[in-house]
């Protein structure tokens, strides 16, 4: 059950002010009374829901009195001041992951084989969009068919996001297709590559009948291989996420032979 102190009143700061909300207009000593609010804190109390701007004081009687704000306005006000601290905590986090970047140093580039994978549909495509989200100077994606036990539209959505992300960043994305795929895909999906990402002087298309694989080649030096299942060649198995400088350097040369001969991809 929602209770005042969710956002953010004490048990004290609660009780006084639904107290006053019955009583209407009242000293401090009648509202300690009410509310059971021992006579010493009530005061502290008061000065709480004041700095919330959740009561009113009369100053010129004597004693003084309170009344509370209309609980509409006081539950507005309560959610706004939260909603400023989540967005305070919200920068303060933004900062301390921009110090924590210039902080944290990346590993020197790789000098021997290193090599991870993630087995099943959520596994794999979470460690290729990790891996597109690292890129920093160019992404090449080659693919032959996609997957069936994945949602094919929010896989794309998803990856497609990635790759935005990398463009707006500067990074070079090549995509090498089968000229076939884009028949076994939805429309929604050759619309999305299309739509958000062929405006960007970086990204280039082009598609190949020599494509029979999957992969993405990461800056030259690390490569993601879809690896398909053994029963189904057409279901996707895992990924292996490899680096390998000398592997990724014929990979990287055998792809561009083929890059120099597809052909560019137009429109949908």
């Known amino acids: 059950m929602a209770t ?6 004490s048990e004290y ?11 209407g207009p009242t000293t401090a000593k009648e509202l300690s009374r009410a509310s059971d609010v021992p006579m010493g804190r009530i005061y502290d109390v008061l000065n709480g829901l004041e700095t919330y701007n959740l009561v009113r004081s009369q100053t010129a009687s004597r004693p003084k009195k309170y009344v509370a704000v209309e609980s509409d306005a006081a539950l507005d006000r309560l959610l706004a ?13 933004e900062e301390i992951v921009g110090e924590l970047s210039d902080q944290l140093e ?5 000098e021997e084989p290193f090599w991870t994978a993630a087995v099943g549909p959520e596994e794999t495509l979470d460690l290729l969009l990790e891996r597109l989200s690292i890129a920093d100077s160019r992404i090449v994606v080659v693919g032959s068919s996609p997957a069936r036990q994945v949602d094919i539209v929010e896989a794309t959505e998803r990856i497609v996001d990635e790759l935005v992300a990398a463009l707006e960043r500067g990074v070079d994305v090549s995509l090498l297709v089968r000229p076939d795929l884009f028949e076994s895909l939805p429309e929604a999906v050759n619309r999305e590559y299309y739509d958000r990402l062929d405006h ?11 494509i029979d694989t999957t992969f993405e080649l990461i800056d030259g030096t690390e490569l993601c291989i879809e690896v398909p299942h053994p029963m189904n060649s057409e279901e996707t198995f895992g990924v292996i996420d490899l680096k390998d400088p000398e592997f990724t350097a014929d990979i990287a040369t055998a792809f561009e032979q083929q890059w120099e001969r597809a052909t560019p991809i137009g429109p949908p």
């Open 81 to 93: 001041d939260k909603k400023r601290e989540l967005d305070e905590k919200a920068e303060q986090y």
């Open 4 to 9: 005042l102190r969710d956002l953010g009143l």
């Open 106 to 110: 990346t590993a020197g580039p790789v």
């Open 200 to 210: 960007y002087d970086s990204y280039q298309a082009r598609a190949s009948p020599s």
């Open 13 to 23: 700061e609660a009780r006084a002010y639904r107290s006053l909300l019955k009583t």
